[in-house]
């Protein structure tokens, strides 16, 4: 399987504008930025662009993951944790529809091979689910065959970012493995609970023909890594995007 994936040359600074704002629970959130028409943005899934916060006279500036397909063209998709005491999600946080910000980029190598002879496993918690939403979708649009998982870690199961966007492709894509587990579950929630770490060896013990892909917080970053080097994983099969 052959995928146009290689690290892109980094556009000029450009403006975009905020719309289709949708929250997920009380601290996660969903915004679309698009470009002005004619514009293009090119990148590869998985890279991030860096938002600039004019404020006080200065500007902050900070790297998001893009959330969305490169196919989507006309504008980029950021999923962003509202932090506590953080300056710039703050600011994002209480963004409008309509509103303009400055990003650049692409940056970032975390994107998949141009030549996928293996099956991706997906590691994520919390908003480290942006850059594999770009790659899902890239793999899925580009026919990707072979059996892949999504392995997704949130701390409440009635805000799970997309979680019916990975439903609706687990039952259209056979090969698309969804794996939600919650670590403060409701009384209702049937699906995995806890840590994704300890998931590991339930659903991906075998290392052979797999590699993993982690993003999101350190501390979870390196759990996930030990386990998969417990369970005989290479070094060069374990891949991540670290967000702190
Ligand atoms: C390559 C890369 C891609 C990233 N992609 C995303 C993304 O797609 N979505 C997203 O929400 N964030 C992402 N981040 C994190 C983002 O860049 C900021 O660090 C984060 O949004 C906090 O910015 P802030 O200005 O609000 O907080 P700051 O004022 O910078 O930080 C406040 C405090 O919160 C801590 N902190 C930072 N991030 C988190 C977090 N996620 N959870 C808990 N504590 C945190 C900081 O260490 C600091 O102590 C990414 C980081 C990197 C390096």
Redesign the pocket.
Known sequence: MTQTTHARKINPKIFATAQNIKEFGNETRHIEFHFAPGTRFEFTAGQ?ITVFYPHDGRV?K????I?SAPSSGDHID????L????????WLWHMKGGEEIQIQGPY?KFILPEEIDFEPVFVAT??GI?PFRSMIHTLLENGFRKDFSLLFGVRFDNAIPYENEWRALEKRYPNFKYIPTVSRSTPEWKGEKGYAQALIGKYFREPKRRRVYICG?NDMIQAVKQVCLDLGYAADQIFH????
């Open positions: 991030f902050t900070r790297p998001y993951s959330a950021l999923c962003i944790k932090v506590e005491g953080g300056a710039v999600t703050h970032g919390g908003t942006a917080l995007e670290r967000y702190d």
